[in-house]
Nanobody
């Protein structure tokens, strides 16, 4: 069974930075693509970033490209999201998720961590 636990959220002023972490349990982490998503109040959940199993390729939503960086440490079973130049519109609950092998679906999700950016 896979469990994902996010941490690192909080309140930050616009222009500031935060680093989110997602600690994973289970034997599949090191071979799985991982993603970060977010959901703002009253809005649908949206894709933020994705990283393949060995960190060789990363993908970003246009809204965060150049400001956010996804990375992973397979030895620590952890994926990170470094968020710089934060904007009030980045305010949301951020979730990490593990992609199902051979599928475009994400089968495991964390409980989320709140990020609030004040103007």
């Amino acid at each position: 069974q896979v469990q994902l636990v996010e941490s690192g959220g909080g309140l930050v002023q616009a222009g500031g930075s935060l680093r989110l972490s997602c600690a994973a349990s289970g034997r599949t982490f090191s071979t799985a693509a991982m993603g970060w998503f977010r959901q703002a109040p009253g809005k649908a959940r949206e894709f933020v970033a994705r990283i393949i199993w060995n960190g060789g390729n990363t993908y970003y939503a246009d809204s965060v490209k150049g400001r956010f960086t996804i990375s992973r440490d397979n030895a620590k079973n952890t994926v990170y999201l470094q968020m710089n130049s934060l904007k009030p519109e980045d305010t949301a609950v951020y979730y990490c998720a593990e992609q199902v092998a051979g599928s475009s679906m994400y089968g495991y999700w964390g409980q989320g961590t709140q990020v609030t950016v004040s103007s």
